[in-house]
Every structure is written in structure tokens, then in C-alpha cells.
């Protein structure tokens, strides 16, 4: 399988009742994707979906992930279908790797703004302001190559500090900054999926 990053949303409710029953009735299906301790592992992801889905470990979704790859492979749109189905919506991805370089680069220069790691399940409100930052530093590298930059734009009034980081990490990566894969429109497409969530959001990052 290809590199990707996947954003997800969750609905444990939904997870509750039709993941963990899915579970129960395929689990000869689903244990060879388990870790070593097969057997322990899927009653320990069983657990954590019967409480809460956003409790799984990146390693447990990815495992999950994997299952619904094997068994639909056939038709990607039916594994993003049968996630939804079962609680997890996988809501927007970013396949190439050089995209995916260029994401977690700029994810790096905002946890050491934000002073935090923001790991790989961001709270709403810490996400939104992420992806703010995203489309001003990406938005200052389209507006040097002429390219659209409208939102970026119209935040940085509202963001000021955000953007005053922002020029500061593309004048100090320049020319490098501007050799960087267009991510802007990508962190357009995250901002407008978001903006009106509430709940956690989840990177997963799948070699």
C-alpha cells in the first residue's frame, strides 16, 4: 500500500453498536491482522470500541484500517463506505509523500510555536487553529508564486499572530519555502471540512 496521511472523524455511537458487532461476528477474519498476541489484542480494541472508538491507539486503527483494505479492496470508495458505516469517517487523505513531508514540516513549526505536541488526535479547536497557520505559511508561497491565496487573505487579520509566525518561517526558509509541494489548497479543503466540528480529529499516517 502506498503512503498516505488519512483525517478522520469518529461517531462512537455509531462504532459501538456496528464496529464492536462486527468485530464479534468476523473475528476469524480480523485476527490475522492483529499484533502478536492476537487473540489479546482484539478484545483489548474490542473494549476500547465498546467505550470510546477515539481511545484506539494509532497502531489499533491501523490495524482496523488494514482489515477494511483487505476485505474491500476491490473498490476504495467502499472502504471509506463500510468505515463510515461502522463509525469511522475518513473525511479527507493526502497520498503523495512529498505532500505529506511538506504537511508534517509545517505541523512541526506550529507545535513549536504552540509550545505542544499536538500528537495524532487534535481536539477541534487546536486543529482548526493548525489549519489557520497552514493557509497563511501556504498562502504567503502561493502569493509569491502568483497562484490564489484569497483566505489566507481574508485570516490574517483575525489570526495576527499566526501570520506574524508565519512570514517569519517563510522569510527564513526562503528560497527552500518556495520549492515546498502546493499544499494550500489542501489545507483549504481541511479548513472548510472542519471549521463547524466539535469533536476530536485524528491523523493517521499509514507507510
Known amino acids: 500500500m502506498a503512503e498516505e ?5 469518529t461517531n462512537p455511537v455509531t462504532a459501538k453498536i456496528n464496529l464492536y458487532n462486527k468485530l464479534c461476528r468476523e473475528e476469524d477474519s480480523i485476527l490475522q ?17 465498546l467505550d470510546n472508538v477515539d481511545s484506539l ?10 482489515w477494511f483494505n483487505a476485505k474491500y479492496k476491490t473498490d476504495p470508495e467502499e472502504v471509506k463506505t463500510q468505515l463510515f458505516i461502522h463509525g469511522i469517517d475518513l473525511f479527507y487523505e493526502i497520498p503523495q509523500s512529498s505532500n505529506i513531508q511538506s504537511f508534517q514540516q509545517i505541523l512541526s ?49 483575525d489570526y495576527k499572530d499566526l501570520f506574524s509566525y508565519a512570514e517569519d518561517q517563510f522569510k527564513s526558509k526562503n528560497p527552500e519555502t518556495l520549492s515546498q509541494e502546493d499544499m494550500y489548497n489542501q489545507f483549504v479543503d481541511l479548513y472548510d471540512s472542519t471549521k463547524f466540528y466539535k469533536g476530536p480529529i485524528i491523523t493517521l499516517h499509514d507507510f
Open 33 to 49: 491482522y492483529m499484533q502478536d498476541d492476537k487473540k489479546t489484542s482484539l478484545e483489548l480494541i474490542k473494549k476500547k470500541v
Open 5 to 9: 496521511l488519512y483525517f478522520i472523524k
Open 109 to 157: 513549526d506550529y507545535e513549536k510555536y504552540s509550545k505542544r505536541n499536538l500528537n495524532y488526535v487534535f481536539d477541534a479547536e487546536n486543529f482548526n487553529r493548525f489549519l489557520v497557520y497552514g493557509i497563511l505559511f501556504t498562502g504567503l508561497i502561493n502569493k509569491e508564486k502568483g497562484k490564489e491565496h484569497i483566505l489566507s487573505d481574508f485570516l490574517k487579520s
Open 57 to 66: 491507539s494509532k497502531e489499533e486503527l491501523l490495524n482496523l484500517f488494514e
